[in-house]
């Protein structure tokens, strides 16, 4: 079975600094892996998305995450965080052998950035 | 592309009351997915179609609710009759095949409130 976890409920960190939102999987073949924000009162937007290739992946507003085969992870970053990075993000995956367009979604990181 | 359009973007009903929510996705796409999303539980998934034809609804909660898709470029979920507890902010979301490129779109919600 698909699954998706996020370990963090809510990540703080301050202006400037880098920021990491975990995200693990488990999937029976091979992952397809997403990142979506949800800014207050929007729908989920696509950030960035793994398929194969390179595992560093770069996305919208400098976002980027480091797919991890080994452990299992697909951790979104952002090497200096915004005020207005703050958000609630979403990790998903599907398996890339399904014949299925049916994404797993994790429960969602709160991302505070304080100025 | 004016992207998943979603109507009414906030309904408020009393108990009882049938509930229609309306849905066009993004031209061309042929997954369209159903979400529910509240404070307790999160992103749900409830319904999704294939080609106009339901695939998995074993996300919707009760016989109460029910979805349609009676052509590509239209979706309702209707809700009858609705309970206070229906209350959540409702998404559309429609993404296209099964390849590389299937990330999903979401629409901005309808934010349903049931007195």
């Known amino acids: 079975a698909q699954s998706v976890a996020q370990p963090e409920d809510q990540v703080n960190v301050a202006e400037g600094n880098p920021l990491t939102v975990k995200c693990t999987y488990s999937v029976?073949?091979?992952?397809?892996?997403?990142?979506?924000?949800?800014y207050p009162n929007r729908g989920l937007q696509f950030l960035l998305k793994y398929i194969t290739g390179d595992n560093?992946?770069?996305?919208?507003?400098?976002?980027?995450?480091?797919?991890?085969k080994s452990q299992t992870s697909f951790h979104l970053k952002k090497p200096s965080a915004l005020v207005s990075d703050s958000a609630l993000y979403f990790c998903a995956v599907r398996d890339g052998g399904s014949n299925t367009?049916?994404?797993?979604?994790?429960?969602g990181t709160t991302l505070q950035v304080k100025p | 592309d004016a992207g998943v359009i979603q109507s009414p973007r906030h309904e408020v009903t009393e108990m009882g009351q049938e509930v229609t929510l309306r849905c066009k996705p993004i031209s061309g796409h042929d997954y369209l997915f159903w979400y529910r999303q509240t404070m307790m539980r999160g992103l749900e998934l409830l319904i999704y179609f294939n080609n106009n034809v339901p695939i998995d609804d074993s996300g919707m909660p009760e016989d109460r609710f029910s979805a349609k898709m009676p052509n590509a470029s239209f979706s309702t979920l209707k809700i009858?009759?609705?309970?206070p507890r229906d209350s959540a902010v409702y998404f559309c979301a429609s993404s296209f095949g099964t390849g590389s490129y299937n990330e999903q779109f979401f629409g901005p919600g309808t934010r349903l409130t049931v007195l």
Do not use: T
């Open chain 1, 101 to 107: 367009g049916k994404l797993i979604f994790g429960q």
């Open chain 1, 56 to 68: 560093l992946v770069k996305g919208s507003y400098g976002f980027e995450a480091e797919f991890n």
């Open chain 1, 28 to 38: 029976s073949g091979n992952p397809y892996l997403f990142w979506y924000v949800q």
């Open chain 2, 80 to 83: 009858q009759p609705s309970e």
